[in-house]
C-alpha cells in the first residue's frame, strides 16, 4: 500500500479528529490531530493501522503555542508524525507510558526542557536537567533568557552549601 | 526474609566509562529492583543549534558522541537536505555509507573490547584494540581524524576517495576480516567466553519490542529491524547485505550480533569501493533553508539514531531534536538486570554499548617542522580563509553572519 493510501484511510477513519495529513514522500507522514481526541486516536493507530514502534517524541515552541510530535513507525519503515498543539496557559499532554513504557525519558524531557505537564505520568527523578536547576526555567521555550539562568544557579548553589 | 540492601552503582564507576547512575536493590546476591538515572552529560546541544546557522550545528552535532560522530552528522544533514530540496550526488551517498561502515567497526571492535575487559577476559581486549587502529588509521588516512571525520558537508561530502586510498581500504579490510573470522570462532567456540556471557542479561523478543530495544541489543532478541533495509539512506539500497539476528536474547547473543555485523560491514565496503560512481563530490545549497519539517533516521553502530529538524525560512534552524540509540536502549537495560546476578551489572550495562565520551587523542599539527608563517592561523585568518572558501566553492556568502547574542 503507498503512503497516499494510507493518508487517505486514516484521514477517513479519523476525520472528526484529524487537522490535517500530508504525505512528504514515501516513508514520511504527517498527522495533525484534534488534541482531545489525541489518546483514543492514537490507540487505534498502533492496535489497527500499524503504526506500533515508538521512535521518539519531539516537543517544541512555535511562540503561540506549543507542539507535541509523537514519532511512531510500522514494520515496513514508515515514519507517522502524529502532531497535536497544545495552548500555551496551563499545558499538559495525557501520558502514553502505559502503552510504551519506553516514553517515559521522553515525556520527562516535555516536562524539564519546556514545561508542559504530563498527566499520568509517575513520579520519579528529573531528565536531564539537574538536580539543582531552577524551578519555572524551562530552556527550549522560545521565550527563556538564558542570562537569568547565571544568577539562579548561583543562589541555588548557594542555598545547598 | 532476606534483608534488601540498595547499591548506587555510578554516577562514576570504575567499569562503566560515562556518568550514569543505577541505583541496584539487592536481595541477597540477585537484582531484586533497579532505577537508572541519566542525564549526567546533558550540555544542551539541542539548545545550541538554535540560533545557530546550519553549518555550525552539524559541527555541534558531530560532536554529540565521539565515537558515531559521523552517524549524527549525517541524520541531521539528511534532514537538512530534505528541507531544502536538494538531491546529493550519488558519489557523495557511496562516501557517507563508507564512512559509516568504517565507523561501525570501529565502534563494534572497540566493544568487544570493552565488553571482554568487563568479563576478565582482557587477552581479548588487547587483541580487537590493536585491530581496531588498523580502522582508526584509516579513518585518519582517509579524513585527517580519528574521530570527528567532518567528511560530511551539506548538499554532499567534502573529500573524494582516490585510487590509491581505495587500495589501502581493501588492504585493511582483508586484515580486518581475518582477524574478524578468529573472534567469531573466539565467540563461538571459547567455553570460557560462551559460559560466563550467556542467560546474563536475558531480554525476551516481547520485552525488547515493548521497551523499544534498538541496534544490536533489540538484534540479538531476534528483532529483525535496521534502518539502512527498513528506511534506505546514502547508498544503503544499492548494495547487498543481510541483517543479523540471533534467538539467544543475553549479552552472548548480543556479542555475537556485533561480531557478524562486522563481517557484513567488510562485504558492504567493498561493494561500495567497486560500484563508487565517478560524480561531483557535492552540490550547492543555498545558505537559506526554506520553512519545513523533516525527520531523518541513520542505523548507527548502536541502533537507531533519529533527527528532527524544524526550518523557518532562515539560515538557522528552528528546532533541532535528537535522540540517540543509547537512550532507546536504556529502558531496556533495567529489564535485563532484573533478577540477575549483582557482578552481572557491569557487563549488561556495557553490552548495549552506551555511548562512551571517548576522545581517543589529540594530534597537534608540526609546528616544529613547517615554519610558523606557513602552518599557523589565527582564529581571524582561519574565519576569512572559510568564507572566501565558500564563496568560492559554494557561492554562498556567510560573511554576514555574526556571533549572535543568543548563544549560550
Excluded at chain 1, 515508538?54 to 507535541?68: A, F, H, N, Q, S
Excluded at chain 1, 524531557?109 to 505520568?121: F, N
Excluded at chain 2, 579524513?143 to 582516490?162: E, F, L, M, P, S
Aim: a neutral charge; charged letters at 30%.
Amino acid at each position: 500500500m503507498h503512503a497516499t493510501d494510507i493518508a487517505l484511510q486514516i484521514k477517513n477513519k479519523y476525520s472528526s479528529s484529524v487537522v490535517g495529513i500530508n504525505v512528504q514522500r514515501e516513508r514520511r507522514l504527517w498527522l495533525e490531530l484534534v488534541a482531545g481526541d489525541f489518546r483514543k486516536c492514537f490507540e487505534r493507530l498502533i492496535k489497527e493501522d500499524g503504526f506500533e514502534i515508538l521512535v521518539t517524541i519531539t516537543g517544541l515552541d512555535t511562540g503561540e503555542k506549543y507542539e507535541v510530535i509523537y514519532h511512531m513507525s510500522d514494520k515496513e519503515g514508515r515514519v507517522l508524525n502524529i502532531k497535536i498543539s497544545i495552548d500555551r496557559d496551563n499545558p499538559a499532554v495525557s501520558t502514553i507510558t502505559d502503552l510504551f513504557p519506553a516514553a517515559e525519558l521522553s515525556e520527562r524531557e516535555l516536562m524539564d526542557l519546556l514545561g508542559i505537564k504530563v498527566e499520568g505520568l509517575p513520579e520519579g527523578r528529573r531528565y536531564p536537567l539537574p538536580d539543582n536547576w531552577p524551578q519555572g526555567q524551562y530552556p527550549l521555550r522560545k521565550d527563556w533568557d538564558p542570562s537569568v539562568l547565571d544568577k539562579k544557579i548561583e543562589k541555588s548553589g548557594d542555598k545547598n552549601d | 526474609m532476606t534483608k534488601r540492601i540498595v547499591i548506587p552503582v555510578g554516577p562514576q564507576h570504575p567499569a562503566l566509562k560515562e556518568p550514569a547512575s543505577f541505583d541496584v536493590t539487592l536481595k541477597g546476591e540477585r537484582v531484586a529492583d533497579i532505577l537508572v538515572k541519566v542525564g549526567y552529560n546533558h550540555r544542551g546541544i539541542e539548545k545550541g543549534c538554535e540560533g545557530r546557522p546550519y553549518l555550525h550545528c552539524v559541527y555541534l552535532l558531530e560532536r554529540v558522541c565521539g565515537i558515531c560522530s559521523h552517524s549524527h552528522s549525517t541524520c541531521f544533514i539528511q534532514a537538512v537536505e530534505e528541507l531544502a530540496n536538494v538531491k546529493i550526488p550519488e558519489k557523495a551517498s557511496y562516501i557517507r555509507a563508507l564512512f559509516g561502515e568504517l565507523e561501525r567497526i570501529h565502534s563494534h571492535l572497540l566493544w568487544l573490547g570493552v565488553a571482554a575487559h568487563e568479563i576478565g577476559f582482557d587477552t581479548l581486549l588487547m587483541y580487537s584494540w590493536r585491530d581496531r587502529e588498523v580502522v582508526m588509521d584509516l579513518l585518519a588516512l582517509l579524513a585527517g581524524n580519528r574521530v570527528n571525520y567532518t567528511v560530511n558537508v551539506i548538499g554532499g561530502v567534502r573529500k573524494d576517495v582516490t585510487e590509491e586510498e581505495k587500495g589501502q581500504i581493501l588492504k585493511a579490510v582483508d586484515i580486518l576480516e581475518e582477524r574478524t573470522k578468529y573472534y567469531v570462532r573466539v565467540a563461538t567456540e571459547e567455553v570460557s567466553f560462551i559460559e560466563r556471557l550467556s542467560k546474563v542479561g536475558y531480554i525476551s523478543y516481547e520485552d525488547a519490542l515493548r521497551l523499544g530495544a534498538v541496534g544490536p541489543t533489540g538484534r540479538a532478541s531476534g528483532i529483525k529491524r535496521d534502518v539502512r533495509k527498513d528506511d534506505p539512506y546514502a547508498a544503503y539500497e544499492e548494495i547487498d547485505f543481510d541483517i543479523i539476528t540471533d534467538d539467544h536474547c543475553d549479552v552472548y547473543g548480543r556479542a555475537v550480533v556485533r561480531v557478524k555485523e562486522l563481517l557484513q560491514s567488510y562485504s558492504i565496503i567493498r561493494q561500495l569501493i567497486k560500484k563508487l560512481p565517478q560524480t561531483p563530490l557535492s552540490v550547492n545549497v543555498p545558505k537559506n533553508i526554506p520553512a519545513g519539517e523533516a525527520v531523518s533516521r541513520y542505523e548507527a553502530p548502536r541502533g537507531e539514531d533519529i533527527h528532527y529538524v524544524k526550518s523557518n525560512g532562515t539560515d538557522k534552524p528552528d528546532r533541532v531534536k535528537l535522540r540517540a540509540p543509547t537512550l532507546a536502549n536504556v529502558q531496556a537495560v533495567a529489564k535485563m538486570l532484573e533478577n540477575g546476578n549483582f557482578a552481572d551489572v557491569p557487563i549488561v550495562v556495557a553490552a548495549i554499548d552506551p555511548c562512551f565520551s571517548c576522545t581517543d587523542r589529540m594530534i597537534v599539527a608540526a609546528n616544529d617542522v613547517l615554519s610558523e608563517k606557513e602552518n599557523r592561523m589565527t582564529w581571524k585568518q582561519l574565519r576569512e580563509f572559510s568564507i572566501n572558501w565558500y564563496k568560492k566553492n559554494k557561492g554562498v556568502d556567510f560573511s554576514k553572519i555574526k556571533k549572535s547574542d543568543k548563544h549560550i
